[in-house]
């Protein structure tokens, strides 16, 4: 089963606490932002979706309300932004 929800980060130090955050779970997870598609656990891959957007977050897995509650704070609950590039 897939759960989906959208997060953002305002700097790269939120990130690094998410990555350390979602790394302690055994699911798998994609964040995907427009066509581009990143492992959620890569700092990297989450830097190169960029900060202050919309990027959606799936998690592969059942049974992850404890990990959802632990990163609600990065949830955003704006619709999603769109880029022109």
Do not use: W
Not at 5 to 23: D, G, Q, R
Not at 56 to 71: M, W
């Amino acid at each position: 089963m897939m759960s989906e929800m959208l997060v953002s980060f305002k700097n790269p130090e939120e990130i690094l606490n998410f990555v350390n955050t979602v790394a302690k779970y055994p699911y798998d997870m994609d964040m995907k932002r427009g066509r581009f598609v990143v492992d959620a656990k890569s700092i990297l891959g989450i830097m190169n979706l960029g900060l202050n957007n919309v990027i959606s977050l799936q998690v592969y897995g059942d049974h992850c309300e404890e990990l959802k509650k632990e990163i609600s704070r990065y949830a955003d609950g704006s619709p999603p932004k769109y880029d022109v590039r």
